[in-house]
């Protein structure tokens, strides 16, 4: 008899807590299907901060193509950064609340890559990093909005 009562009561629980993780799963349907990347504004707005920090400090290093060549472990050094926190704003790769940084964040950080494959060369080619901030337009509009 007391040996059923156990069964019982696990088994109640057990039940207990499926029906709670279905519900938990029911809910998620209704607010955001799991496979849903969620970009808080503090978290886009930061990475926005980060990539305009990197590109002014892109500027300053390849001011003149003498700088430019001395500086060349640093301009890598702030392309790998870049593309470092465009990646980290989506590490899952799914749809996320900003479609606009959806639809171009690959050619985004493509143009990145290319860059820094340009700058790794030898003689390296700086042309694509100096035109690095061109790839916010991708998102920013033509006129850099
Ligand atoms: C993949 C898309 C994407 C790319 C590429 C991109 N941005 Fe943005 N950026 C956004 C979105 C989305 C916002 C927020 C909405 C808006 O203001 O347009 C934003 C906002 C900003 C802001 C304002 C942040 C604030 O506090 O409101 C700055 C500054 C900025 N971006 C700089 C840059 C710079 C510099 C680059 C290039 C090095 C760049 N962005 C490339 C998508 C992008």
Redesign the pocket.
Known sequence: MKKYLVLLISCSLAAGASSCADFGARLRQYTYPPTFHYITNEQ??ST??Q??YH?RELRVLMASPEETAVNRPEVLQHLRA?EQVMIELNRTGWPSN?P??DA??SN?LQDIRTAQDAVSRDPPNFFRAGA??G??A???GSRGA
């Open positions: 886009l707005k926005m901060w990539l305009a590109s870049m900003h606009l940084v171009n964040r985004f690095v901030s790839a916010c991708y998102c920013h």
